[in-house]
């Protein structure tokens, strides 16, 4: 089984920061793009951050310049660092990765999800 993990959610004032890391575990045989999404409120989940195994990086233009996505490939770990934090980026992040259990083909993984709120 493979497990995503999120970790660093939380209440922060606006203009302040915040990280968010994600670790996959479990039976791993190799594990390809990894990533970020958010689903606030009513609405629908949308790409946050991603960031491929050679660490090729796309932003949703909303957070260009203000979020700053890392990866460690030999800890299947990666991390969001996130300043300037908006009421507008209040949400449930969820860590994404495509992964090649051992023994399976590739699939797609998410995590549970954790809750950034960004409120005075």
């Known amino acids: 089984q493979v497990q995503l993990v999120e970790t660093g959610g939380g209440l922060v004032q606006p203009g302040g920061s915040l990280t968010l890391s994600c670790v996959a575990s479990g039976s791993i045989f190799s594990v390809g793009d990894m990533g970020w999404y958010r689903q606030a409120p009513g609405e629908q989940r949308v790409m946050v951050a991603t960031?491929?195994?050679?660490?090729?990086?796309n932003y949703a233009e909303s957070v260009k310049g203000r979020f700053t996505i890392s990866r460690d490939n030999a800890k299947n770990t990666i991390s969001v660092q996130m300043d300037s934090l908006k009421p507008e980026d209040t949400a449930v992040y969820y860590c994404?990765?495509?992964?090649?259990?051992?023994?399976?083909?590739?699939?797609?993984?998410w995590g549970n999800g954790t809750l950034v709120t960004v409120s005075a």
């Open positions: 994404y990765a495509y992964v090649v259990p051992r023994g399976k083909d590739w699939m797609d993984y």
């Open positions: 960031i491929s195994k050679g660490y090729r990086i």
